[in-house]
Structures are given as C-alpha cells and as structure tokens.
C-alpha cells in the first residue's frame, strides 16, 4: 500500500456542506436524531407502561415502583456513557460503538414490543431485559456518536466544530420531540407495544442510515480505537485540558439541578396552578416540557451565526464565558417562575406565559451550555480519552438530574418563591465563583483559548 493510500484510510474526507461543516456531520446528527427518537418515545411511555394493569398490557406496578424503576433506568441510561465511552476509546472506536449501541437499542425495544405478547413472569422478564438493552446501547452510543463529531474536524477548527456540533444538537431535540409525541401517542392509542415497535423502527432506521452512509461520508478513521488514531495523528492534548474538563463538568452540574427542575416542580407547578385551557380544550401539562426543546431548535442557528460573526471581529467570548451566560440565563428565567408562583399564591391560577417565558430562558441556556461544551472537550480533550470523557460529562448532566428530583421536595416545605430563590442564589454564587476562576487560573484560560496570553 502506497503513502497516499494510507492516509486515506485514517483521514476523514474533506467533504463541505451547509454552514461549511463536513457532510458527516449531517448523517451523524440524523443518525442521533433517530436515536433519541427511539429513547425519548420509549421513555414517553415507560412509567405508563409500567403502572398499567396487566390486562392493558402492562406489568401492574404501583406508581411508587414505577417511579423507582424509571428512576433507575434514567441514572444508569446517564452513568453507562463513561464505561461506553473508555471502551470505545481503548477497545472499539468509535464507529463500531455507534453501531453496538444501535443494536443493543434496537434489541432493547424489540424485546419490550415482545412483553405485550407474553402474560406472568415472562413479560416481566423480557421488559427488564429490554431495558438493560437500552442502557448498555446508550451507554455506547452516546459518547461515541459525540465523539463521532469531533473527529471530523482538526483540533485547532474551534468555530466550525461548535457549529457542528450544534447541528448535532438540533438533531437531538428535533428527535426527542418526534419520539414524545408520535410514540408516546401510538402506545397510548393503540397499546403500548406498538409504541415500543415504533421506537425499535426509528433506531432501526438510524443504523440503516448510518450503515449506507459512513464510508462515503465519514471514512474509516473512527473505526479504529482512539489510541491508534492518536499514534497516527500525532495529537496530544490541550495544556490544562483536565482541569478546564473538571470545571466544565462541575458547573454543568449547577446546571443540571437548576435546568432539570422541569420535570419535577415546574411540571407539577404546570399541573397544578397554571391555566392551561385553550381553544376549548386543557393543555397537557407534559407539552410545556417542548418549549425549550423548540426555542432551542429556534434560537441555535441564530446564536451560532452570531458566534462567527463575533469569531470574525475577534471578539467570540471563550467556553467559560458562554459558560457563565448560560448559568444567568436560568438565573432569569427563575423571575418568571417567581412571577407565576406569587400570581397564583391565593389559590388561582396564573397565566401560562410565565411558563412560556421562562422556559425560553432555559433554551438559551441550552444553547450556551451543551454545544460549546461537548465541543471544547471534544478539541482540547487528549485524543485516546475524547470518548471516555464526553462520557463523564454525561454523568455530571446525570448527577445534576438526580440532584434535580432530591432537592425538588424542598419546594413543598419552604414555598415555591422560596425555592426558586434558592436556586437563583446557587446559580448566581456558580456564576461568581466560575468568573473568578477564569480570570485567576491561567491554564483554564489556555485551554479555553490556546491564542489566551
């Protein structure tokens, strides 16, 4: 084999398409997007499935265990990706953890579409099976479909892998929101093993795309393990990048516990004491959960292109500072919730563009905060770990989720204003304390800007 031959079985093609990101960026981001349809359909359904008698096709929990379970399955579906991760960085690569994944998925809902045929034990069974399927396929597919990104770029294309990656992230709220609504609504319509085929034919769909598409669009570079591929490349890490990774992921925590509020308190706040009746019918409360996960599929593209602009006049502000503006951005979306809770505090019902209005916060939140962060670990992360530590932030986002629903009982014994206010303040002290660090620690600034003095 010739030189020329050899490097191009490691490098990934040149190819250029909107916004001029590599055309692999599509197939990997409609790839993810098939994938959350499949797991947010899945878990749409998951605690009804659960809690239905027997006779409609479910296993007859209680809500309490229902709850449990899904509690389970929701933190080890956010742990796994940093096992996922170290062995796709060590053993796999990144192409063979995207196609494991998938299959491990597919198989998890194959199974529980065969629970609604069995009756007894069995259907219990086959449901926890198919459910461990579904965590050990996202534990590997999540950090390696990430990572998948990254390696489409050189590591110092910054500006470009954001924007990349935030096509990756359309892709995954454009399809959680598909799976919520069109496989949640064909297991309640019809039953809910019809709502699990539907998720296993969008994961299917995902890996029939990928599979069609991978040589042509991303080459064969990520079907080695990231060691080799570092060997090849030469590329060591980012001086301070540990240290930059560990700051990171902290204060997406902080994040998480203020962001993840939404499925608990601000939903039952939804439930309870917002007026949701229009256009002669109730709103569910649960729809409320899409308007972030709209305004962010809104606002990405128009915050991305002023992210080039400012990138073009120098003037682009680095992770932490995106950072921290992501923290404040929840900050005042707080006000809103304070707002709805004071409005409703004698016993009415307050108006649901404090909802509205909040939520939109938190989708500029979100476009500050996953995006550029995925990316940064992406760049400066050292190549034979990129999977490994995606995969920790992961956790972090996890950790913060379950922090969410511990402290969500707080509400009920100090107040809803209260409890907002708390939160505010935690954020606030986040925003501080992550300003101060930027500025005084000079290796988080090089690994956030290599140019930074």
Known sequence: MNQNQSNASVEPPKK???????????????????????????????????????????????????LHAY?????????????????????LGHHRGVV?????????????????YVLGEMRTILAMAGLALVVFGTGLLKPAVSALIGGLYDSEDGDA??????????????????????SGAFGEA????????????GMALGLCLYLAQSDRLIGTMQRQPQAEIAANRQKGSVPGACLAIACMTFFTAIYAIAFYQKAGVLTLMVRDSTER?????????????????????????VAQMIDDKLAAQGRQPDIFMKQAAGLA??????????????????????????????????????V?????????????????????LIGVWYVTVGVGNYMAGWLGPLASEIGQVSYFISIQALLGVSIVILLVLRWTVPALRRAADPDAE
């Open 329 to 366: 951005a929840l900050l005042i979306g707080y006000f809103f919730f304070i707002g709805a809770a004071n409005e409703s505090a004698g016993g009415g019902l307050h108006s649901p563009l404090w909802i509205v209005a909040g939520y939109l916060f938190f989708s500029v939140g979100d």
């Open 100 to 116: 494991g994944g998938g299959l491990g998925i597919l198989a998890g809902n194959a199974a529980l579409f065969a629970a609604g």
């Open 16 to 66: 250029r398409s909107l916004w001029r990101q590599p055309a692999g960026v599509y197939l990997v981001s409609a790839t993810e997007f098939w994938e959350r349809f499949s797991y947010y359909g899945m878990t749409a359904m998951l605690v009804l499935f659960l809690s239905s008698a027997i006779p409609d096709g479910g296993l007859g929990w209680s809500r309490d265990e229902a």
């Open 190 to 201: 019809l039953g809910w093993r019809w709502g699990f085929l539907a998720s296993a034919v």
């Open 277 to 301: 009746f229009a256009f002669g019918a109730t709103i569910p409360a649960a729809l409320f959960l899409t308007v972030s996960t709209v305004g962010f599929v809104l606002l990405a593209p």
């Open 71 to 91: 509690g389970i399955f929701g933190g080890a579906a956010f742990a796994l990706p940093a096992l996922g991760g170290w062995i796709c960085d060590r053993w």
């Open 161 to 182: 892998r954001q924007a990349g990656y935030t096509l990756f992230m359309m892709g995954i709220w454009l399809g959680s929101i598909g799976g919520t609504i069109f």
């Open 368 to 388: 500050l905060i996953w995006p550029p962060q995925i990316s940064t670990i992406s760049r400066i992360a050292p190549a034979h770990r990129v999977g490994l």
